[in-house]
């Protein structure tokens, strides 16, 4: 089949589709990563050209059509304990700080499939087991994506072993995991019954969530407009508790969207406070 280079009003078709169904906002300069992202649908959908394809998109999309295409455009890079200080401040500040008897919820936005939410559901299991008597409430995890592919992976819990070596000690491997077939581990159900996991667009509303005392959205913002940055981190604000914590992707700031929040210097690590 043809996968031709997109024409300029086909580029900008799209571009103006992905932003506003999910956020996300594309380059001048970035045909080829659509033509080779959207390439493999064009069977599915009986298309002879990724431009063929967006027009049907944006005239007369089939049932699931939007998502599926939304799907093979997210970038689900992730990996377990992603930049370290996070889950080490979970344990030695916020834990102790947070633990007043009852539950503590966290909510790690854009979760892909899954290794964030497990990460801190691990943190969670080493800092009882360090601290006997210590989160009786214990901790509540809420995943969301947008994508409902990486959600019910997520559900699963459930990987290989690519993704078995990406931020994960064999120390925490033997302790948190079991081995199903040769090459696929899966999450113990002690750090699986912590979190939970559902579809979520960033842009749509949060409040069926609940509220939170931490939230996660880490390495996602970088790929948001600036207003519909300052729209998530309000939101974001909205479903937090009281002088609750937000952590954010190691190159991402709030600075110039919100003064809701103050930041915290944690050496290594930035981490934002609900004023």
Same mark, same amino acid.
């Given at each position: ?20 169904? +999910? ?70 500040? $916020?834990?102790?700080? $947070? ?11 854009? +979760? ?15 800092? =009882?087991?360090?601290? &006997? ?20 992976? #997520? ?38 019954? =912590? ?12 409040? #069926? ?7 996660? +959205? ?23 508790? &009281? ?6 992707? #190691? ?14 210097? +944690?050496? &290594?690590?930035?981490?934002? =406070?609900?004023?």
């Amino acid at each position: 089949m043809s996968t031709q280079q997109l024409n300029a009003a086909e580029y900008e078709q799209f571009k103006e589709f992905l932003e506003r169904s +999910c956020g996300l906002v594309l380059g001048d300069n970035k045909h080829y990563l659509v033509t080779s992202r959207l390439t493999g649908l064009l069977d599915e959908y009986r298309v002879g050209s990724v431009g063929e394809l967006i027009k049907l998109l944006v005239t007369r999309p089939p049932m699931g059509m939007k998502e599926r295409v939304i799907e093979a455009m997210t970038t689900n890079e992730t990996f377990w304990f992603r930049d370290g200080f996070p889950f080490d401040i979970l344990k030695s500040r $916020l834990y102790p700080e $947070l633990d007043q008897g009852g539950q503590i919820k966290i909510w790690s936005a854009a +979760c892909s499939t899954g290794q964030e939410a497990y990460s801190i559901s691990m943190t969670a299991e080493e800092y =009882r087991a360090a601290n &006997p008597g210590k989160l009786r409430g214990d901790v509540r995890i809420v995943g969301t994506d947008i994508s409902p592919a990486v959600v019910r992976q #997520a559900q699963q819990g459930r990987y290989d072993h690519l993704a078995m070596t990406r931020g994960l000690s064999p120390e925490r491997k033997q302790k948190f995991f079991r081995q199903v077939s040769e090459r696929e581990w899966e999450v113990l159900p002690q750090i699986k019954a =912590r979190a939970s996991f559902r579809v979520l667009n960033l842009l749509e509303s949060y409040r #069926a969530l609940g509220k939170f005392d931490i939230v996660f +959205c880490r390495n996602v913002l970088i790929y948001f407009s600036a207003e519909n940055k300052k729209d998530i981190i309000e939101r974001i604000a909205g479903v937090l508790n &009281p002088r609750g914590y937000l952590f954010l992707g #190691a190159s991402e700031s709030i600075t110039s969207y919100s003064d809701a929040f103050e930041m915290i210097r +944690c050496n &290594p690590g930035v981490l934002y =406070r609900l004023k």
